[in-house]
């Protein structure tokens, strides 16, 4: 097939993904609707489960004439589930959400893959071309980590930056197909881009569960009334906990992004650091989250202020890719836009 | 920063936790049920760390303070510059301080946006110069923060360097009275009325598998009695030093080593030899001890300058896809060698590096004065000025009678009219070359000793001839290669002899780069092992109760550890299976505080434990 044709097919399935995404998108909201109709109903179950609380089971192991098992009731770990009260079972719009994601998901990689096919290269060498294979791995590293932790609350705000990003990207900065000019071509560009990409993913779902977690806390300072479907999603602590671990996946990745960066500026350009306005803002960025980490191990930081500098962090990050890119005059200027 | 490592305490356990945080262990008395509020923190770290001892209500507001000496103060100052608030407050400061220098271009990085700035904002310029915004980088304030920062990172990292020294030495600390409080924990009794003989399990012969078992999965282990305390993970506390050193070594690595090297440029026309003394560059930048010795002879000769293009077919048709510099290089002592420089593919020649950043077309031109002498004869390189490489140029020519003449011409390598009657360049190869020069004569100002750039004509003073000018008399001279124009007032002629690529190389010489290199990688082993590999505390207790023998398991996060249930949920999976338990039974043990992270074992959970 010709290079036009496979960046042709490529651009149809841009498309149809985002159709299929904001499917996705629609199902995860609704999903949170029904959220709160399901909290409303387990906090009258929670009242119903007290009362049962002192029941104990007890079983005899089968052909162990020696062993008795006793298993008294557990109290501690019982309230708590009762109290996360996450719903057992997922909802079918949840359901539906996740299929369409994932569907979504293989035809937004086919349409990476096409590109890349059509370009001969790594499908990552200009804006466009950023936003398309960012989003999908976005995507990809959110099912990845869905795969470890429940995080499906989180869908619908995955779903809908994805497709934000992906939407602008395609309709407002497509190019055709071009050769990649003689500065990119470097191993490194492979190597430092996708590392790139990679920390931006993980930083971005610490900074939705940065969010989440700030909400959850003034939930549960009852400074909140409405958003009842906070009662589905793991307490503030919990959320902490979890955005804390991602973003220091993003930070490791970041470190190395910048790392390899600085070793593909010195065989580029000459030097390893020249404070480039991206050098700078990457820097910036890197700085952010050292904070952030250092923020959650100093007192009085814990919690909601730190959440601040998770969610900051991301912002500067959003910033880097699109403000910095196209208006700022400086040598990563061939994203090509 | 280094304060970084230990962060946790999210709950009740491992508040507690602090209370065996006093390192040295040996003289650890366990954790009893008083000390799980008697937070003994550990001394060497800030004392606004999250896992440091929280003041005590005594040293509340109210309490008046001792009057400071001199060196109470600096201890006072000391301790507020190293504490975690402070480290905080100087990172943030340091991203803030560091966006200025992006919004405006940087004389180091941009400094021909430096003087546009200059002139698009003459009133804004002065103020923003003053406060060195043009030099953010190098700025007093700027160097000022991370100055203040790194010195209170090494005033942390020497502390707790030799703490972690002392960490090393020691022995796993006592196990806790009641382990029951502690994170994952399970227990089991087994009933040893059915085996006697040499397979009864005894109190003693679990606790030495335990030992044996831990020991060999990397723990430091300790037997007190009945129990086994043991310890891992030292390895992130010195991952943790190791990552914030190795900051400092690429900060001074960088300040100081950045000293010993040079950097300069030169444009090299094809034909050309470049040699590394300091009078043949265009532009050279030592650094703060360089000293011309440092210069290694070796000389490049330019052979051939090749642009490949992008096919008509493919998408950005006509633009350039590689660049080639055909060079013949030669090292004192070395025999002449033929190599290419390519963007991306620097040469290293003489313990410097050439790398290959720009390049254009040159032209071949020679002006005849009016009295019919060959007054200039050279190849002027023309600096390229947009993708499609029209070129700008200068030709001075001093030596011509009866008047100098000075010309300030537009090289297109694929002249096309753009519609108006002016030229543009419509493809950076040469497929048409047209050279236009706009012709000046009279004194170019040379002779006055004021040193002038060679890419540059200051018009003022001087005569139009040709050209743009109203009062030029005729158009501006149009030239194709080989063609020759006369000059008007019968100054003499111009002839355009040919078109030759030009390549500029950027020399740069930094012994402490391999050392930077080093250090960053450094301080990327020391991050992945600061932050993954867990640190944590675990303890196997055997009592012979009158059932049997009871078995307890428990451990205690040092610092962030998401998997210590589990771990302790492994560790009493093999533990009881060496000791002969059912598998199932086993498993069921090491199973059975599901989700260990989100679990807060209150005193409820004492009576948790199952009987065999």
């Known amino acids: 097939m010709v290079t036009a044709d496979l960046a042709y097919y490529s651009l149809v399935a841009v498309y149809s993904a985002m159709a299929i995404y904001t499917i996705s998108f629609v199902a995860f909201a609704l999903d949170l609707a029904k959220r709160s109709g399901d909290a409303q109903q387990a906090a009258a179950r929670a009242a119903k489960a007290e009362a049962l609380a002192t029941a104990s089971v007890s079983r005899s192991a089968a052909g162990g004439s020696t062993v008795v098992l006793d298993r008294p009731s557990r109290g501690a770990g019982g309230a708590a589930s009762a109290s996360t009260g996450a719903p057992a079972k997922a909802s079918s719009f949840e359901r539906v959400a996740i299929a369409m994601m994932l569907l979504g998901f293989v035809v937004h990689v086919a349409s990476v893959v096409l590109r890349g096919l059509a370009a001969g290269r790594v499908p990552w060498a200009n804006m466009f071309e950023f936003s398309l294979t960012g989003t999908a791995i976005i995507v990809g590293v959110y099912l990845a980590v869905q795969l470890v932790v429940n995080l499906r609350f989180l869908g619908a705000y995955v779903m809908g930056l994805n497709l934000v990003l992906l939407a602008i990207g395609t309709v407002n900065y497509y190019v055709a197909v071009s050769p990649l000019p003689p500065a990119l071509q470097s191993a490194w560009l492979v190597i430092h881009v996708f590392v790139a990409i990679l920390g931006t993913a993980f930083f971005a779902i610490a900074a939705g569960l940065s969010a989440a977690q700030l909400v959850q806390t003034k939930r549960e300072q009852s400074k909140l009334a409405g ?10 602590e919990r959320l902490e906990d979890l955005a804390y671990r991602i973003a220091l996946v993003g930070f490791v990745l970041w470190t190395f992004t910048l790392i390899a960066g600085a070793i593909w500026a010195e065989r580029a350009w000459g030097r390893y650091w020249g404070w480039d306005t991206k050098e700078v803002w990457t820097f910036i960025i890197w700085v952010l989250y050292a904070g952030y980490i250092h923020a959650r191990a100093t007192r009085g930081w814990r919690g909601a202020r730190s959440s601040w500098l998770s969610i900051i962090g991301f912002a500067a990050v959003m910033f880097n890719f699109s403000v910095v890119n196209v208006f700022f005059k400086g040598l990563h200027a061939y994203s090509g836009l | 920063m280094a304060r970084s490592s230990d962060r946790d305490g999210g709950d009740a356990t491992r508040a507690s936790s602090a209370a065996a945080g006093a390192d040295t262990g040996v003289t650890d008395t366990g954790l009893t049920d008083a000390d799980a509020t008697d937070v003994g923190g550990d001394p060497l770290r800030p004392s606004d760390h999250i896992d440091s001892v929280r003041p005590g209500p005594s040293d509340g507001a109210g309490i008046t303070q001792p009057k400071l000496g001199p060196l109470g103060y600096l201890r006072f100052f000391w301790r507020q510059l190293t504490s975690m608030k402070t480290a905080l407050f100087l990172l943030m400061l340091l991203a803030v301080a ?6 405006v271009p940087q004389r180091t990085s941009d400094p021909n946006g430096v003087v546009q700035y200059r002139t698009d904002h003459p009133d804004l310029f002065p103020v923003l110069d003053k406060l060195g915004v043009f030099d953010t980088y190098s700025s007093p304030w700027f160097s000022a923060v991370y100055l203040l920062l790194f010195i209170s990172l090494i005033g942390c990292i020497i502390p707790r360097t030799r703490h972690h020294f002392e960490a090393l030495r020691a022995r796993p600390p006592k196990t806790p009275a009641r382990l029951s409080r502690l994170a994952g924990y399970r227990s089991i009794t087994l009933e040893t009325a059915g085996g006697a003989g040499d397979d009864a399990i005894t109190a003693a012969r679990a606790v030495d598998a335990a030992r044996a078992q831990l020991k060999r999965s990397g723990y430091r282990t300790q037997v007190f009695g009945d129990s086994v305390s043991a310890e891992r993970g030292y390895l992130r506390e010195t991952g943790n030093l190791v990552f914030h050193s190795a900051l400092v070594g690429v900060l001074l690595t960088v300040g100081v080593g950045g000293g010993f090297g040079y950097s300069g440029q030169r444009v090299v026309v094809e034909g050309q030899t470049f040699s590394n003394v300091l009078g043949s560059y265009d532009s050279f930048n030592p650094g703060r001890w360089f000293d011309e010795t440092q210069l290694s002879p070796f000389s490049i000769a330019l052979d051939e300058f090749s642009t490949e293009y992008a096919p008509d077919t493919a998408g950005g048709a006509g633009m350039a896809t590689d660049f080639t510099a055909d060079v013949t290089a030669q090292a004192r002592g070395g025999d002449a060698e033929r190599t290419q420089i390519k963007v991306n593919s620097p040469l290293s020649i003489g313990g410097s590096n050439v790398y290959l950043l720009g390049n254009g077309y040159a032209v071949d031109v020679t002006v005849r004065d009016g009295e019919g002498n060959v007054a200039f004869r050279d190849t002027v390189p023309f600096l390229p000025q947009d993708t499609n490489l029209t070129s700008l140029g200068v ?54 000793g004021v040193p002038t750039s060679v890419y540059t004509l200051d018009t003022d003073g001087l005569t139009p001839l040709a050209g743009t000018d109203d009062d030029a008399q005729e158009k501006a001279v149009q030239l194709t290669p080989g063609e020759t124009a006369t ?27 391999v ?57 009493a999976k093999a533990h009881l299976g060496g000791l002969g338990v059912p598998a199932d039974v086993a498993r069921e043990v090491a199973d059975d505080p599901a989700r260990h992270d989100v679990e807060k074992p209150g005193p409820a959970a004492e009576g948790r434990g199952r009987k065999i």
């Open chain 1, 227 to 236: 958003l009842r479907f906070l009662d589905t999603l793991p307490g503030a």
């Open chain 2, 98 to 103: 560091a966006i200025p220098g992006s919004l």
């Open chain 2, 395 to 448: 030709i001075k020519v001093p030596d011509a009678l009866p008047d100098q003449l000075g010309m300030i011409g537009f090289f297109y390598p694929t002249a096309a009219d753009n519609g108006t009657g002016a030229l543009t360049s419509t493809d950076p190869d040469t497929t048409n070359p047209v050279l236009s020069l706009n012709v000046y004569s009279g004194d170019l100002g040379l002779d006055a």
């Open chain 2, 487 to 513: 000059i008007p007032d019968g100054l003499g002629t111009i002839t355009f002899d040919g078109v030759k690529r030009f390549a500029s190389f950027d020399i740069h010489h930094d012994p402490s780069q």
């Open chain 2, 515 to 571: 050392w930077v290199l080093l250090f960053a990688g450094l301080s990327f082993a020391g991050l992945l092992t600061a932050l993954f590999v867990p640190r944590r505390r675990v303890w196997v207790k055997a009592t012979e109760t009158g059932d049997g023998v009871r078995l307890e398991y428990a451990g205690l996060a040092r610092g962030e550890d998401p998997t210590l249930g589990r771990a302790v949920g492994d560790i």
